[in-house]
């Protein structure tokens, strides 16, 4: 029976999520699509630092190299927006093994400011071919038409749930596959892995592809949701939100990605309210405290806490019982004496 409950809670899940399309007002359906590609982004990232153990504070350089795929596909080839989001993914796919060979090489700290240099002169080098690049000023991309009578929020929410629930049960899958055990035991020791027979460098190095085509691809679905694209919009902020998304979901889950989505879509509204620094200082903040009271995330304390409720009863159950009926001494013979 249990064999069969995953799969239609996950049914039921995206019917459930398909009929938000005629029932939410054109706003909200936009927010909802951000946390759609949000939650595709961060699986991607949790997969590298996650379940692989490699950090990088970079990632939102792949964000906007599938970005600018799609917008440069779109505005300057006339491409059709569909056919770019696998192209942008594979782009994204390519860079990150060019740029995961050398990284297996380097470890922690030193992999996170090489992955960090590259966030800070991506946005920089794409403003110095303003020919393809726009420039300063970015691209503008004509957002997709509403295909049956669906508006372009509905049509563009619509592909990415479907892309994002794809994702999401791919990498729940992969996790639990020969491929995810592998990531699991590079990042959890490479001597013993080595000698197991996993191909560690190997493994390390098809999982930062992996994780970047993911990232890519969402970049390549905030398109179709923005219609516009600029330098400006993948700075070192995006990489570090991210990072902070999937601290707070839950390092090494499945879940905390969602966690992490909706956090990352909606905090930065409310704070926004307070003061426009706000969101960074509450991304700072939530990163250090969850680092020292909660390095698990939320996903980590939830299955901490059931796994406590559950063991309390049993505890109880198998207490052996104590007797009341005669004292320890009772128990024990008397040594017999000869007359």
Known sequence: MKRYQSPLLSTLVFVVLAVLTFNVQDYALSQLTQVALTVVALLGLNLLIGYN???????GA?????????????????????????????VSFGVGIVLGIPAVRLRGFSLALVTLALAIALPQLLKHFPELTGGQLGIAVPRPDGVGGLTTDQWVYLVTIVVAFAVFLGVRNLT????????????????????????????????????AGLTGLAGSLSVLLTGYVSPDSFGLFLSINLVAAIVLGGLGTVGGALIGAVYLTYMPLYATTISQA?????????????????????????????????????????????STSASPRAAIPEKETTP
């Open 278 to 322: 706000a969101p960074g200082i509450v991304n700072g903040v939530i990163i250090v405290l969850f680092m020292l009271f909660l390095p698990d995330g939320v996903v980590g304390f939830l299955r901490s806490s059931v796994r406590r409720f559950r063991r309390k009863p049993s505890r109880a159950r198998t207490a052996p019982p104590v």
């Open 176 to 211: 639990k596959s020969r491929t995810g055990l592998a990531m699991i035991s590079a990042r959890d020791n490479e001597a013993a892995a080595s000698a197991m027979g996993v191909p560690v460098a190997r493994t390390r190095v098809i999982t930062f592809a992996l994780s």
């Open 53 to 59: 153990g490699q950090t990088s504070l970079g990632h």
């Open 62 to 90: 792949f964000y906007a190299i599938g970005a600018y795929t799609t917008a440069m596909l779109v505005s300057k080839a006339g491409m059709p927006h569909l056919w770019t989001i696998p192209i942008a993914a594979l």
